[in-house]
């Protein structure tokens, strides 16, 4: 079984960075696909950013040039970087892992491991 863990959350003013981690336990593959999503009150979990098995990344438009995911080589631990801060940035952030291939990145019913989430909270 996977689990991940995620940190680093907290609150920061508008234009501020935060850097978020997710530690990885449990057997994973070289295939697997990594994300992040994030879930404002009264909305629906949305997509951050995502890192596939090829180390390609993907980025929703509103965090372009803004946020940065990585992993480490172990892919023990995922990151996002997230710089300029703005305050509708605020939301739960969670890491998830998708087994498969090849997925639609973007939806959250595509992954099968999902963190408990931390919050981001950004003062104007």
């Known amino acids: 079984q996977v689990q991940l863990v995620e940190s680093g959350g907290g609150l920061v003013q508008a234009g501020g960075s935060l850097r978020l981690s997710c530690a990885v336990s449990?057997?994973?593959?070289?295939?697997?696909?990594w994300g992040w999503f994030r879930q404002a009150p009264g909305r629906e979990r949305e997509f951050v950013a995502a890192v596939n098995w090829n180390s390609v990344t993907y980025y929703a438009d509103f965090v372009k040039g803004r946020f940065t995911i990585s992993r480490d080589s172990t892919k023990k631990t995922l990151w996002l970087q997230m710089n300029s801060l703005k305050p509708e940035d605020t939301a739960v952030y969670y890491c998830?892992?998708?087994?498969?291939?090849?997925?639609?990145?973007?939806?959250?019913?595509?992954?099968?491991?999902w963190g408990q989430g931390t919050q981001v909270t950004v003062s104007s």
């Open positions: 998830a892992a998708a087994r498969y291939v090849y997925i639609n990145y973007t939806i959250p019913e595509e992954y099968n491991y």
């Open positions: 449990g057997r994973t593959s070289s295939t697997y696909h």
